[in-house]
């Protein structure tokens, strides 16, 4: 097979059927996308059933050929979905055998509309939620993924060098991203980026200049953008990049299906110096969070700790967003989603563990002024922490014309 070698498959289907095992689940019914390819390496039309025990079904309406030309699990033909009950009890006899087979799904992505046609062709199961067994076991990223991450990190060095020697003022915010995304498309940027958030999108980042860049939005972020219209009201406008003011490039690139995500600060000229200590604040965050990112660090207290220091420095009123509009997390999980696990938030109390990628990004939010702050992409060693972005930082100072 092409594409996910067939043995990271294996690895990743052991895994899961340990985590069900444990959780005395007799089977899992995997229905979006990013897990269909996570589990099978393939992203047909389809329902893969992994049983507890034994091998996994991949069940594809459409494109059964190409699927099992990529897949690395058995492939079947779905037929009518008014079967589909039927062909689960003779394909898994065990796991049906059961009076009230106890059977998992993500509920946090799967629409009600679908779940109850599920539940109407298998009405003796029990359902359960398995989205946070599901989130967890790709938490640890092997060095399979890792290489992608990688590769996705390098293209988008080199697009930030070349942002960088594109921008001029006069020049719309739309035609730097247009730049931006030109180049990350002939690195093998697959074009857009992937979310689990329910109503949350993103396409290639956020480039915004001024006051674009802190005009509040729906995305759940430190900053939106203003975006090009009410019906995508986040990222680059139309708006002028002038001299002196922040120009935020919060970009992430995918590729082969892993994502990175980072964040540099440039200005045609100089920030204010309100602006300067506030960016020089974001990068004493970083460092602050850099030391603690270890194996066994909690994940909600890198957050805390990040709102003691933005506390100390007076900026806490612009610390991750402005006003009602502050975002409560200092960091994310990357990987096949931009919104991956863990959360460096409250509430997420568990310990850091090797083979996480983790992006931490410090921002500030001025309304009527800008953002300005750093984002870099890091995963989690056996002693600590290896960077996964590679830009100089500080904030990218360019000449006036």
């Known amino acids: 097979m092409e594409g996910v070698l067939k043995q990271e498959i294996e690895g990743r289907i052991a895994r899961l059927q340990a985590a069900m095992q ?14 269909i390819y996570y589990f099978t390496g393939s992203m047909q039309t389809g329902y893969l059933f992994v049983p507890k025990q034994g091998e996994p079904v991949y069940f594809v309406k459409r494109s059964l050929e190409r699927a099992r030309h990529e897949a690395a699990v058995a492939v079947e033909p779905l037929g009518s979905f008014r079967s589909f009950g039927t062909l689960l009890q003779e394909r898994f006899p065990a796991v049906f055998a059961a009076e009230r087979p106890v059977i ?29 067994m599901l989130r967890g076991l790709r938490m640890v990223k092997s060095p399979w993924e890792i290489d992608r991450i990688r590769t ?20 719309m915010e739309l035609q730097l991203i247009a730049h931006i995304e030109h180049v990350f498309r002939m690195q093998g940027h697959v074009g857009f980026i992937r979310m689990r958030g329910y109503n949350q999108e993103i396409i290639t980042g956020m480039v915004a200049s001024g006051e674009a860049g802190a005009e509040p939005t729906y995305f759940d972020g430190p900053a939106g953008g203003r975006g090009l219209t009410p019906a995508s009201p986040q990222g680059s406008s139309r708006k002028v990049i002038a001299e ?7 970009i992430g690139c995918c590729i082969d299906g892993y994502v990175i995500d980072q964040t540099r600060t440039l200005v045609i000229g100089k920030l204010d110096e309100e602006l300067e200590r506030a960016y020089e604040s974001s990068e004493a965050i970083l460092r602050a969070a850099e030391a603690s990112l270890k194996p066994g660090t909690v994940c909600e207290t890198l957050y805390a700790d990040a709102l ?33 696990w863990p959360v460096l938030a409250r509430g997420f109390t568990m310990p ?32 600590g922490f290896e960077k996964l972005t590679t830009p100089p930082e500080g904030v990218w100072r360019i000449a006036a014309p």
């Open 22 to 35: 444990e959780r005395t689940m007799d089977g899992c019914l995997i229905t979006q996308n990013v897990g």
């Open 104 to 132: 998992a799904t993500e509920y946090d992505v799967l629409p009600v509309q679908v779940f109850e046609r599920l539940r109407s062709v298998l009405p003796d199961a029990a359902w359960t939620d398995g989205s946070a």
């Open 152 to 171: 996705a990190a390098r293209a988008a060095h080199h697009a930030l060098e070349q942002a960088a020697a594109y921008v001029r003022p006069g020049m």
């Open 244 to 250: 002196n003011e922040p120009i935020l490039v919060d």
């Open 308 to 340: 003691k220091l933005a506390e100390q420095y007076g900026l806490s009123d612009h610390f991750m967003g402005f006003g009602s509009d502050q975002v409560s997390f200092l960091g994310h999980g990357i990987g096949m989603e931009m919104d991956e």
């Open 352 to 383: 850091l563990e090797p083979g996480m990628v983790i992006a931490i990004e410090p921002k500030f939010t001025f309304p009527g002024r800008g953002v300005v702050g750093i984002e870099n992409t890091y995963l989690i060693t056996d002693d």
